[in-house]
């Protein structure tokens, strides 16, 4: 388990000292490229904004009218039997579908339980583990007029389903309930 | 896409409605509409730092580097790709800018791979094998630094933003390992049904 913690700890400086120093020993303008890099950012975090507005104000009135709360009351049991925190369910629904959709649930579930609950660090992996299964298959098969995708669309889901089980055990395992 | 948005604001809209809280509508849309912005400002910071060091990996040939390393892990990945084909080249790629969390590079590397994988295909809609393990590689996506989430994390004023890093690497390991054999696994059946 500690293990795991000291690799949290140290992926991020490890990362960004091994491309400094790569990108140092093979000559490249290191402080040009990085503002090359960045500029790209704010166009990306821009393109964002509307779509983050249309599934963040669908998500937050469907919680604040009370809807999403009587979805829970009737799943709960069920996924309660398996073991599933059902506050967790629609993001692992959505997040083969939408990218952003699945962003706004992780958001919503930051602002009523916090960053640092085991639904906030749950939510972190789930979404961070894996690509938008939906997505992807849409952008690559249509790039070359594929139309049957055969057992692609399975295989996808079917791994979307091991990531959740697996973010829910890793974060179990890692932090404790 | 299109149903799941009418449908999260329709049955809010509804249910509002009807347990006598409509007032509950408006005040969702406002603060909704409001986080939307506010979320998508706070990840400036994040992605754009996040581009410029990838920026610099790109251009230190870190792709290639690493794509030497893989390249035993993709020819059994893909038996079906002769390994001197550029198909095998640009596979590795998409493999390697992926592993580094380059995904604004990741995805032509993958789509050129499609293209040179659609040449060796042969049936124009159909897909071949080595466009599912490929399919099953990406929307898997093996995530080493989940930098968006490090980001979101901080704004909502986390304790440690990065603390996450650990049970992503272990999810996404054992969702990748998934991918790839219930790959293999379709692939014998598909296989073992048509008999090609």
């Given at each position: 388990m500690n293990v795991v913690a000291t690799v949290s700890a140290f992926a991020l400086p490890v990362t960004l000292a091994t491309i400094l120093v790569v990108g140092l020993v093979r000559r490249v303008p290191l402080y040009e490229s990085f503002v090359e890099g960045a500029k790209e950012g704010f166009g990306t975090s821009v393109n964002l904004i509307p779509h983050l507005i249309a599934m963040m104000v669908a998500v937050s009135v469907f919680r604040s009218s009370g809807a999403l709360g009587f979805l829970m009351g009737v799943l709960h049991p069920l996924l309660n039997r398996l073991h599933?925190?059902?506050?967790?369910l629609p993001l692992a629904l959505l997040r083969p579908i939408s990218g952003s959709g699945s962003l706004a649930l992780v958001t919503d579930l930051f602002k009523h339980f916090g960053t640092d609950s085991f639904l906030g660090r749950a939510a972190s992996t789930m979404q961070g583990s894996t690509d938008t299964t939906l997505y992807v298959l849409t952008v690559y098969f249509g790039s070359v007029g594929i139309r049957d995708p055969r057992y692609a669309v399975k295989v996808g889901l079917l791994s979307d389903l091991v990531s959740v089980i697996a973010s829910v055990w890793a974060v179990t395992w890692m932090f404790g309930k | 896409m299109n149903v799941i948005w009418f449908a999260l604001f329709m049955i809010g809209i509804v249910v509002a409605a009807a347990t006598g809280r409509i007032e509950t509508v408006t005040e969702g849309v406002l603060n909704g509409a409001k986080d939307g912005v506010l979320v998508s400002f706070g990840l400036i910071s994040v992605i754009a730092f996040w581009l410029g060091m990838m920026k610099i990996a790109e251009q230190a040939g870190l792709v290639q580097s690493l794509a030497k390393l893989l390249r035993p892990l993709a020819r059994w990945l893909y038996p079906?790709?002769?390994?001197?084909?550029p198909a095998m080249g640009s596979l590795i790629a998409n493999m390697s800018a992926n592993i580094l969390g380059l995904g604004n590079a990741a995805t032509p590397l993958g789509l050129k791979a499609m293209r040179e994988l659609q040449s060796l295909?042969?049936?124009?809609?159909t897909a071949s094998t080595a466009m599912c393990t490929l399919l099953a590689m990406n929307t898997a996506s093996l995530t080493v630094i989940p930098a968006t989430m490090i980001g979101l994390r901080m704004e909502f004023h986390s304790?440690?933003?990065?603390?996450i890093v650990g049970s992503t690497l272990l999810a996404t390991l054992v969702a990748t390992t998934a991918a790839i054999v219930l790959d293999r696994f379709f692939r014998r059946r598909s296989i073992g049904k048509t008999g090609a």
């Open positions: 599933f925190p059902s506050e967790l | 079906s790709v002769p390994s001197n084909h295909n042969g049936y124009r809609d304790r440690a933003p990065a603390e």
